[in-house]
């Protein structure tokens, strides 16, 4: 038997995020112009750094370019201590940079670059070191890695398969970002449908997006759909809270914490990462989700997508509230 490797893995998309405030123009001369920022992101790039915060040991498992951008990524995972073994670096792609355009009136224009062979979407199997896997602690996906066409799709419902039918706990968030069946691309809903029998928790926007996979008159059907033995679905609905349904036929809601919006960027992500955080420090499910509203809460409360606390600002976080962690 090898020995445990007792991560939790993160697997999917890592991109940057550059945020240029367009300068103001007065009589044709250019006037405070501000240096543009820059910042990691991507779904599951943003919840393995909030995993890391919360004294969770995690790895992260995808594939950026080599460029720029790559070793910027690289580096930051380095800096918060996440286990960059399963990191790939692929010379023939490019890694993602999210260009947040604020004008004059602080609304965002986003612009990402490059559209095609993006690296995110590309993962080597035969990289991958499939005994440690199947050793780890946890394994947690978005969906985002499915929005596009590239060998991830493919790979992460096996992946998936591997680590469940081994006893690792798994999560996926659907994050597919649809309304409507008629907006779910067959080749993104055939790669979720083929990754959910192999997910513990199955997690997405309530109203949305298990619409747009299983659609019926109450939304809650639609959820209820994909509940099964061994799997517990999660439905998020911002600040009304969210709802569990479980496989022992237990529905039950949570409600969000109440705070004042900051940036809501990121915000799923950072739920996902207190989930994940909660189970693994030994929380039952109904607490697991209140320290995920919890995140969420402090992370859009507190402005950017990495914006999210340690244990100590967590507990910070509900003492405020007057609850204990």
Known sequence: MPDRYSKAIVLGDACVDMTIKLPHFKDGRMENFENPSLAGGGTCANTAVALSKLDVDTAFMGTVGQDSFGRYLIDEFESMGIDREFVQVDPESDTVCCFAFLDDT????????????QSYTQLDLS????EKLKTASWLHASGM??????????????LFKVAFEAGVPTSLDLNTRTNTPEELDPEIKKAVLATVPYCTYFMGSAKDEFYSLY??????DSVRHFVAPGRTVVARSGSEGSWVFTPEGEEFAVPAYKVTAVNTTGAGDSFNAGFVAGILHGKNVKD???WGSAVAAYKVSH???RA????????????SYGEEA
Not at 106 to 117: A, D, N, T
Not at 215 to 220: E, G, M, S, T
Not at 308 to 319: A, H, K, Q, S, Y
């Open 106 to 117: 602080g609304e965002r224009h986003i612009w990402g670059w490059p559209k095609k062979r």
């Open 145 to 158: 890695n499915y929005l596009a066409d590239g060998p991830m799709r493919t790979i992460m419902p096996y």
């Open 303 to 305: 402005g950017g997508s």
């Open 127 to 130: 990289k991958i070191n499939l």
């Open 308 to 319: 999210t606390p340690d244990l100590d600002g967590l507990r910070e976080f509900f003492g």
């Open 288 to 290: 697991a989700v209140r």
């Open 215 to 220: 659609p019926c008159d109450d939304w809650r």
